[in-house]
């Protein structure tokens, strides 16, 4: 699989730091739904976005771009977008005198232009600050201090989430306030959790988060960060953290496979997963799935006139599942589509300079049959 959001690797690719391209795809996972009752028929329809990692972390899209884009997104009928909350851009300089300072001006862009289109910023907490970081010079490592991890993701919370201070401090802006945090992004792939996962350190981490965010925002479900092999890490996660299995909001997936089948596939699983561990009732969310269309032979190829059929194939039978599905998002609506030879440069399915493309067309054709459907096919 690829990458991820916010730091190197991911569809996109590989980016480390507050420039990159961001969250992107490296393995296969599953998703969780955002309610905690069993998952059902009657269970509420998932809700769907897009990836925009790459408009923000690039830096390279003006606010007229950006503007562009998400308005053709939010005009597919798409209600959500998954993007990095920076921590290394929020909080450059390490807390003086135990008081620590953020930067939002990062992080305000991404929440102030998705609301501006009325979508809902899926934010992914990550990754390491340049000072926290467990390996000098590593921001994929995990942070030395948990602490200091969970203080920022409380204050993300405090500031976005509801009642948040950015909400009361922009009144003119339709309120969208965050009510869904993801803790890391894929820390079960070594190019995200440096030097190698390990899925006992990742459920401290969590668990801090989780319990900082809800003090500030108690009704925020914080779910565990895309997982590419979710039925060995949360299983691990478990034994070496017995009391998550009441403490868990939700699961993400990233369960990227050639076919629409291979990836509801990956959702299966998952959910098989959770109950074996008696987590069945706990909700799945896929956070990324999706195909670059370049260079041909490449993790996740599929050639670009099979992925719009790919795409709203997906959308139908993830919509229609009974696997207490709560999201679902594409890897990921827009990329550079530069570099032919580099795989994060085409998982994007808008163009990056405007216009329309069949993929799009296609992806507002799958909300659009998704959107009311019953759970209509055992997971």
Request: charged share 15%.
């Amino acid at each position: 699989g690829g990458g991820g959001p916010g730091g190197g690797g991911g569809p996109g690719g590989g980016r480390s730091g507050p420039g990159g391209g961001g969250p992107h795809r490296a393995s296969t996972t599953a998703s969780a739904p955002s309610t905690l009752t069993a998952p059902s028929p009657l269970a509420p329809a998932p809700s769907f976005g897009a990836n925009v990692n790459r408009l923000f972390n690039d830096r390279t899209y003006s606010p007229a771009q950006i503007d562009r884009q998400l308005s053709a997104l939010a005009a597919t009928g798409a209600v959500l977008a998954r993007s990095d909350a920076l921590w290394e851009a929020a909080e450059p300089s390490p807390p003086a005198g135990g008081l620590h300072r953020y930067d939002w001006r990062f992080d305000d862009a991404i929440a102030g232009s998705l609301a501006t289109h009325r979508l809902r910023w899926l934010p992914i907490v990550d990754y390491s600050a340049s000072w926290a970081q467990s390996i000098p010079g590593h921001d994929h490592s995990p942070p030395a201090s948990d602490g200091d991890y969970a203080a920022y993701a409380a204050a993300l919370a405090a500031r976005y989430g509801a009642g948040g201070s950015f909400w009361s401090a922009h009144p003119r802006l339709p309120p969208e306030p965050v009510d869904t945090f993801e803790i890391w992004n894929e820390p079960d792939n070594a190019e995200f959790w440096n030097p190698a996962p390990a899925p006992a350190r990742y459920a401290e981490l969590y668990a801090a988060a989780r319990a900082a965010i809800h003090a500030v925002d108690p009704g925020a479900r914080v779910i565990v960060g895309g997982l590419t092999h979710p039925q060995a890490t949360l299983t691990a996660m478990i034994q070496a953290l017995p009391a998550l299995r009441g403490e868990l909001d939700g699961v993400a997936i990233h369960p990227y496979g050639p076919t629409p089948a291979n990836v509801l596939a990956g959702v299966q699983t998952a959910r098989e997963a959770l109950s074996a561990l008696g987590l069945g009732s706990v909700p799945l969310y896929v956070t990324e799935f999706g195909w670059t269309t370049s260079p041909a032979g490449a993790l996740d190829y599929l050639p670009e006139n099979l992925r719009p059929a790919y795409t709203a194939e997906t959308l139908s039978a993830l919509a229609h599942s009974d696997c207490g599905l709560a999201a679902a998002l594409l890897y990921t609506w827009v990329t550079p589509e530069r570099n032919a030879a580099d795989r994060e440069d085409w998982f994007g399915i808008n163009p990056p300079g405007g216009g329309t493309s069949a993929d799009a067309a296609a992806f507002a054709a799958g909300l659009r049959e998704a959107s009311g459907a019953a759970a209509s096919t055992a997971c």
